[in-house]
Structure formats: structure tokens, C-alpha cells
Nanobody, 122 residues
Framework: VQLQASGGGLVQAGGSLELSCVGS????????MGWIRQAPGKEREYVAVISWRGGAIDYLDSVKGRFTISRDNAKNTVYLRMNNLKPEDTAVYYC????????????????WGQGTQVTVSS
């Protein structure tokens, strides 16, 4: 069972990136999925969480209006579209899956991807 994240990179402030996370080995269509990031020297924090059908979505306050999480259960994939990126968004971004959205919001999950680096230059 694996979550494979991709799409990170180096971008200038104000730019955009889209992260993808593909699940394999099992279906994640019944799980909530989310993106959690960790910057150097900082605690892990959830960025966005989406319920299993996509009907309930939560965002970290600092990314509201800039980031959009979505999922395609047929492709076993969750996405994070990031617009108007800021230097403070620089972090390793992890995708995660869990039956419980509240667990994802506190950075706890049964399944984790390997992380993808996002670096925003000023």
C-alpha cells in the first residue's frame, strides 16, 4: 500500500504549483485525504483535508482562497492546487489518508506519502 506524491518544485512568489498524490495497493475512496506540510524547524501542520466523497473540505487559514484540494476516486488520486504562493509556504508537503478527518487535521494518519518539496523564492 503506497501513496506517491509529486509536483513539488521551486517557484517564485506569486506562482502556482499543483501537487498530486496517487494511491496504490488499495482503494482510498472511503478515506478522508489530506495534505500536511512541515517546514524546517517548524511543527507539522495540516494544509487541507477533503472527506471521502469530497463534500467536506477544510483549509488552514493561511491558505484559504489560494489553495484548492480535490480528489478523483476513480483514479485513487488527491490534488492540491496552490496559487499565489508565498515564501512561507516553503515546506515538504505530504499527502495522507485516514478514515478520520479530525485525525488528519492534527497531522495523524494511517497512510503517508513520501513527501514532495515546495520551495517559494521571494
Amino acid at each position: 500500500v503506497q501513496l506517491q506524491a509529486s509536483g513539488g518544485g521551486l517557484v517564485q512568489a506569486g506562482g502556482s504549483l499543483e501537487l498530486s498524490c496517487v494511491g496504490s495497493g488499495r482503494s482510498f475512496s472511503s478515506d478522508a485525504m489530506g495534505w500536511i506540510r512541515q517546514a524546517p524547524g517548524k511543527e507539522r501542520e495540516y494544509v487541507a483535508v477533503i472527506s471521502w466523497r469530497g463534500g467536506a473540505i477544510d483549509y488552514l487559514d493561511s491558505v484559504k482562497g489560494r489553495f484548492t484540494i480535490s480528489r478523483d476516486n476513480a483514479k485513487n488520486t488527491v490534488y492540491l492546487r496552490m496559487n499565489n504562493l508565498k515564501p512561507e509556504d516553503t515546506a515538504v508537503y505530504y499527502c495522507a489518508a485516514d478514515v478520520s478527518p479530525p485525525r488528519l487535521r492534527i497531522g495523524v494518519a494511517d497512510y503517508w506519502g513520501q513527501g514532495t518539496q515546495v520551495t517559494v523564492s521571494s
